[in-house]
């Protein structure tokens, strides 16, 4: 199974620009990445999706370098309410049809 | 519906005895998906259901668990003789379709507790 990896936690301060990078050497040609949020006691939520390069909204953006092997979510100038976890999510090369999240990215805001 | 409903929110059994989860999915979905979160831990991949196939269910993790779809819409998992550590959040998710692309729109889960 292709496998993703994610730093287990950071910390950061209100204002700061946080960048959180997922690892994912068995993308498939055809995958997208996309990045889950997920607060306590709730199921996640979408944040962005990209292919390749940049991709920015109104709440992050995401960068792809071109060999896609990785990707980096930018949250800028956060605030305590971005305090939560961030998952990435690709396709798996091996079994196409199944989605892998990768262990998730524990964030913390502080004041 | 406005979006993945899940039912029971909560679900406290005792070891042994059989629980059947459902999922509802935002309508017009085709693609459906379980996932399950132990306390503190990642999402779980168990399962998803193209339609009302379900193409892979080695995510499963024994064959204690089954799940099934109907009409293309309504989703359960049943989790018979349960065990301890099957106490765990089971999130259900859909999706316009099975693509990278679209994406999955989550419930809230049901939280299970098996004593």
Redesign the interface.
């Known amino acids: 199974l292709a496998k993703t990896t994610q730093p287990i936690s950071m910390d950061s301060y209100e204002g700061q620009e946080v960048n959180i990078t997922c690892s994912h050497n068995n993308i498939a040609t055809n995958d997208y990445i996309t990045w889950y949020q997920q607060f306590p006691s709730q199921g996640p939520r979408f944040i962005i999706q990209g292919y390749k390069t940049k991709v920015t909204n109104e709440v992050a953006s995401l960068f792809i370098p071109a060999d896609r092997k990785s990707s980096t979510l930018s949250l800028p100038r956060v605030s305590l309410s971005d305090t939560a976890v961030y998952y990435c999510l690709v396709g798996d090369m091996d079994s196409s049809y199944k989605l892998i999240f990768g262990s998730g990215t524990r964030l913390l805001v502080r004041p | 519906g406005a979006g ?1 409903s899940q039912s029971p929110s909560n679900k406290v059994t005792e070891k042994g005895k059989d629980v059947e989860l459902r999922c509802d999915p935002i309508s017009g979905h085709t693609a459906l ?1 379980w ?1 399950r979160q132990s306390l503190g831990q ?2 779980e ?1 168990l399962i ?1 259901f ?1 339609g009302n196939s379900a ?2 269910k080695s ?1 499963l993790p024994s064959d204690r668990f089954s799940a099934e779809r109907t009409g293309g819409s309504v989703s359960t998992l049943t989790i018979q003789r349960t065990q301890q550590e099957d106490s765990a959040v089971y ?1 259900c ?1 859909s999706s316009k379709d ?1 693509l ?2 679209d ?7 049901t939280r299970l507790t098996v004593l």
């Open positions: 993945v998906y996932y990642g999402l991949f998803y193209q193409p892979d995510g999130l998710a099975y990278s692309t994406t999955q729109y989550f419930g809230p889960g």
